[in-house]
């Protein structure tokens, strides 16, 4: 039990990495990166604890995110290419199960035929969470981007219909196409009618709870959540399709009437944060659990004497090259008809057809989808699960390093001249408000945060040379800064709570850098650096730290401001070398910036500043900013210098961080103690 617990834990500590590593290198696909997690944890033995039954993988992982995805999912737009979007659910998937099946067979003969149309079958559908992971790297036309959301929410029940008609075959050595038909129609209109009865009941258990006064936004969440899990399990029962009930159940549930109260409010933003959670934690275990079955279910059979590791490539290889061809085919005969029918130039839609060719990629659900293939004696059970496997991680790729070729790579266009606007305006109005103000701290506080996203924009707004210029000065100063205070540590110029206020203050530099476009490498060395340092000192000094807790030393501003001069000059100096490295201008800002700092640490004013930022204690300030923000939005929308959406961007923006600066508590076990102490 214990060894079981501890591989969740690492499991969920992967998730976490992936991330990291993602963000630390965004240009590697995040997808990419948990399948090579995945392989990592299977290598050392998650694969032999980490044991999950098909149908659990279905009904809590996949049938959740088919859930949400057609929750959120533009159905109206959706509706508009119902034709595509039929031709790939319906006659493709058939097939594709045909066409890979009798492949396989001619591979590999001593496979039955029946047995490779439901290889086949189970490879036929697209992946609607793989194509997601496609779509967050390029940028599809808004048809694409619905068709294959069409397709990925719709072609797995026609799929596991084909594989179910496949495994029958098998079992009975019988097929009949008229008997298929009516599966197929009784098990989607099955599964339609379960997803609408689920929404149903959960409406009217929500309206009975409204009748008597009990409405919870925790039961509202639990009802929410169990939807998905009900469809599935209740569309199981019925033995019709399990996907289509949670699709029809997300559907339903996303175009209800939209009711607009305090309740219903909070109930949204509660949901809308839990489901983040959760898309990101069941995407992610979607290709860890990939890349823990590569490891499980390929390399056995590859250090198997049994086969031949280049006939298995080789089939590999073929029936990924035969996945992409039928799907090719298909797509091209359905536009030259369409180019007939409405008397248009066919050169029109190659593009079309390129992008929806390798970008219908497969996922786990194939993978799930061909572990429940009965265990008959004299089928080659871990030969089919390898090549359903494998082909489904090579044509991911494919699809990851062809694309680039079609699609265009996702550029945010970036114009912060309104936003810069805004905050200069709440700026100026903060300024006034100070000028009658008794007290000058909290004014001061809101008005460097409002600068500190300025100077964000500001940068973000201008050519990717000056940022990445700007941002390696940066890193620059910061590990100036670092090496000055562990100097300074070293040498004991200054106290433990002076070396964490100011430890804080670097910290709030390296939130300024925009790590995006700078060596990503460098970045990770200058934070690796001062945390390493951070750890060494703490530990080092806890013993002095705890005798000066309890003497009660107060933080010396002297220290502060001796150690910030002694930066300074250090600064300046190495700013001034570079001169003939980077732009002259821009060392001019840094050293003019730096120097202007220098003069307020002068006169008194930063260094209550900076030591007021590490426990602000200015909410009533930051309320009236906020206030003052929202202001001038409304007055720039209805100006219309900003659009309806960018409003409502701006304006979630500030209740992010209304909500932050009312519910964040920035006072520390530590700080209460010594406060308790003064007095």
């Given at each position: 039990?214990?060894?079981?617990?501890?591989?969740?834990i690492?499991?969920?500590?992967?998730?976490?990495?992936s991330?990291?590593?993602?963000?630390?290198?965004?240009?590697?696909?995040?997808?990419?990166?948990?399948?090579?997690?995945?392989?990592?944890l299977?290598?050392?033995?998650?694969?032999?604890?980490?044991?999950?039954?098909?149908?659990?993988?279905?009904?809590?992982?996949?049938?959740?995110?088919?859930?949400?995805?057609?929750?959120?999912?533009?159905?109206?737009?959706?509706?508009?290419?119902?034709?595509?979007?039929?031709?790939?659910?319906?006659?493709?998937?058939?097939?594709?199960?045909?066409?890979?099946?009798?492949?396989?067979?001619?591979?590999?003969?001593?496979?039955?035929?029946?047995?490779?149309?439901?290889?086949?079958?189970?490879?036929?559908?697209?992946?609607?969470?793989?194509?997601?992971?496609?779509?967050?790297?390029?940028?599809?036309?808004?048809?694409?981007?619905?068709?294959?959301?069409?397709?990925?929410?719709?072609?797995?029940?026609?799929?596991?219909?084909?594989?179910?008609?496949?495994?029958?075959?098998?079992?009975?050595?019988?097929?009949?196409?008229?008997?298929?038909?009516v599966?197929?129609?009784?098990?989607?209109?099955?599964?339609?009618?379960?997803?609408l009865?689920?929404?149903?009941?959960?409406?009217?258990?929500?309206?009975?709870?409204?009748?008597?006064?009990a409405?919870?936004?925790?039961?509202?969440?639990?009802?929410?959540?169990?939807?998905?899990?009900?469809?599935?399990?209740?569309a199981?029962?019925?033995?019709?399709?399990?996907?289509?009930?949670?699709?029809?159940?997300?559907v339903?549930?996303?175009?209800?009437?939209?009711?607009?109260?305090?309740?219903?409010?909070?109930?949204?933003?509660?949901?809308?944060?839990?489901?983040?959670?959760?898309?990101?934690?069941?995407?992610?275990v979607?290709?860890?659990?990939?890349?823990?079955?590569?490891?499980?279910?390929?390399?056995?059979l590859?250090?198997?004497?049994?086969?031949s590791?280049?006939?298995?490539?080789?089939?590999?290889?073929?029936?990924?090259?035969?996945?992409?061809?039928?799907?090719?085919?298909v797509?091209?005969?359905?536009?030259?008809?369409?180019?007939?029918?409405?008397?248009?130039?066919?050169?029109?839609?190659?593009?079309?057809?390129?992008?929806?060719?390798?970008?219908?990629?497969?996922?786990?659900?194939?993978?799930?989808?061909?572990?429940?293939?009965?265990?008959?004696?004299?089928?080659?059970?871990?030969?089919?699960?390898?090549?359903?496997?494998?082909?489904?991680?090579?044509?991911?790729?494919?699809g990851?390093?062809?694309?680039?070729?079609?699609?265009?790579?996702?550029?945010?266009?970036?114009?912060?001249?309104?936003k810069?606007?805004?905050?200069?305006?709440?700026?100026?109005?903060?300024?006034?408000?100070?000028?009658?103000?008794?007290?000058?701290?909290?004014?001061?506080?809101?008005?460097?945060?409002?600068?500190?996203?300025?100077?964000?924009?500001?940068?973000?707004q201008?050519?990717?040379?000056?940022?990445?210029?700007?941002?390696e000065?940066?890193?620059?100063?910061?590990?100036?800064?670092?090496?000055?205070?562990?100097?300074?540590?070293?040498?004991?110029?200054?106290?433990?709570?002076?070396?964490?206020?100011?430890?804080?203050?670097?910290?709030?530099?390296?939130?300024?850098?925009?790590?995006?476009?700078?060596?990503?490498?460098?970045?990770?060395?200058?934070?690796?650096?001062?945390?390493?340092?951070?750890?060494?000192?703490?530990?080092?000094?806890?013993?002095?730290?705890?005798?000066?807790?309890?003497?009660?030393?107060?933080?010396?501003?002297?220290?502060?401001?001796?150690l910030?001069?002694?930066?300074?000059?250090?600064?300046?100096?190495?700013?001034?070398?570079?001169?003939?490295?980077?732009?002259?201008?821009?060392?001019?800002?840094?050293?003019?910036?730096?120097?202007?700092?220098?003069?307020?640490?002068?006169?008194?004013?930063?260094?209550?500043?900076?030591?007021?930022?590490?426990q602000?204690?200015?909410?009533?300030?930051?309320?009236?900013a906020?206030?003052?923000?929202?202001?001038?939005?409304?007055?720039?929308?209805?100006?219309?210098e900003?659009?309806?959406?960018?409003?409502r961007?701006?304006?979630?923006?500030?209740?992010?961080?209304?909500?932050?600066?009312?519910?964040?508590?920035?006072?520390?076990?530590l700080?209460d103690?010594?406060?308790?102490?003064?007095?």
């Amino acid at each position: 039990m214990l060894h079981s617990i501890f591989y969740v834990i690492i499991f969920l500590l992967a998730l976490v990495l992936s991330n990291v590593i993602n963000k630390v290198f965004p240009k590697v696909a995040l997808p990419l990166i948990q399948v090579m997690l995945g392989l990592l944890l299977g290598f050392l033995g998650a694969a032999e604890v980490l044991n999950v039954e098909p149908e659990v993988f279905l009904g809590f992982i996949i049938a959740p995110l088919l859930f949400r995805e057609s929750e959120e999912a533009d159905v109206k737009h959706i509706f508009k290419h119902t034709k595509t979007i039929l031709v790939l659910i319906l006659p493709l998937v058939f097939i594709t199960a045909l066409g890979l099946g009798w492949l396989a067979h001619s591979l590999y003969l001593t496979l039955p035929l029946a047995a490779c149309f439901a290889l086949g079958a189970s490879l036929a559908p697209t992946d609607a969470v793989a194509v997601g992971a496609l779509s967050e790297n390029f940028s599809f036309p808004k048809r694409i981007t619905s068709i294959l959301k069409g397709e990925g929410l719709l072609n797995d029940a026609s799929g596991i219909i084909a594989f179910q008609i496949a495994v029958a075959a098998l079992m009975t050595g019988e097929f009949s196409l008229p008997h298929a038909t009516v599966d197929l129609v009784i098990s989607a209109f099955g599964g339609a009618a379960i997803g609408l009865f689920l929404v149903w009941a959960k409406t009217l258990a929500i309206r009975l709870l409204e009748d008597v006064d009990a409405k919870d936004i925790t039961g509202y969440l639990i009802l929410d959540l169990m939807i998905p899990l009900a469809a599935f399990l209740i569309a199981d029962l019925f033995n019709v399709s399990t996907i289509i009930a949670v699709v029809v159940a997300g559907v339903m549930q996303a175009n209800g009437l939209k009711r607009t109260t305090l309740f219903d409010a909070q109930v949204t933003k509660v949901k809308e944060t839990i489901w983040d959670m959760l898309m990101f934690i069941l995407n992610s275990v979607v290709f860890l659990f990939l890349g823990i079955e590569l490891y499980q279910l390929v390399l056995p059979l590859l250090t198997s004497p049994d086969y031949s590791d280049t006939w298995l490539l080789f089939m590999v290889i073929s029936l990924t090259i035969g996945l992409f061809l039928l799907r090719f085919i298909v797509l091209l005969l359905y536009y030259w008809i369409t180019s007939i029918v409405k008397k248009q130039s066919f050169q029109l839609y190659w593009n079309d057809i390129l992008l929806l060719t390798f970008a219908g990629s497969k996922g786990t659900v194939s993978i799930a989808t061909i572990l429940l293939i009965p265990r008959t004696a004299g089928l080659a059970h871990s030969l089919l699960i390898f090549l359903v496997a494998s082909v489904t991680a090579l044509s991911f790729l494919v699809g990851m390093f062809i694309l680039p070729f079609f699609a265009a790579k996702k550029l945010d266009v970036i114009n912060n001249m309104a936003k810069i606007s805004i905050l200069t305006e709440v700026v100026a109005e903060l300024r006034k408000d100070m000028e009658v103000a008794k007290s000058r701290e909290g004014y001061n506080v809101a008005i460097d945060n409002y600068q500190e996203r300025i100077q964000r924009l500001i940068i973000e707004q201008e050519s990717s040379n000056t940022s990445v210029d700007f941002n390696e000065l940066q890193l620059l100063i910061i590990r100036l800064e670092a090496e000055g205070l562990e100097n300074a540590r070293k040498n004991d110029e200054i106290s433990m709570r002076t070396y964490r206020t100011y430890q804080r203050y670097i910290h709030s530099l390296e939130q300024s850098v925009v790590h995006d476009v700078v060596s990503s490498i460098q970045f990770v060395s200058v934070v690796a650096f001062r945390v390493l340092h951070l750890l060494v000192s703490r530990i080092l000094h806890i013993d002095l730290t705890l005798r000066k807790v309890q003497a009660n030393v107060d933080l010396r501003r002297d220290e502060i401001t001796h150690l910030y001069f002694k930066n300074t000059e250090l600064i300046l100096q190495a700013l001034e070398n570079l001169e003939s490295v980077y732009d002259a201008q821009l060392i001019d800002f840094l050293q003019a910036e730096r120097l202007r700092s220098a003069e307020y640490v002068a006169q008194g004013d930063y260094i209550a500043r900076l030591l007021h930022r590490t426990q602000p204690n200015n909410l009533r300030e930051m309320m009236r900013a906020y206030y003052l923000e929202r202001k001038v939005i409304f007055e720039y929308e209805s100006a219309g210098e900003i659009t309806a959406r960018e409003a409502r961007l701006l304006r979630q923006n500030v209740n992010v961080l209304e909500d932050y600066s009312m519910a964040n508590d920035h006072r520390t076990l530590l700080f209460d103690f010594l406060e308790k102490r003064k007095k």
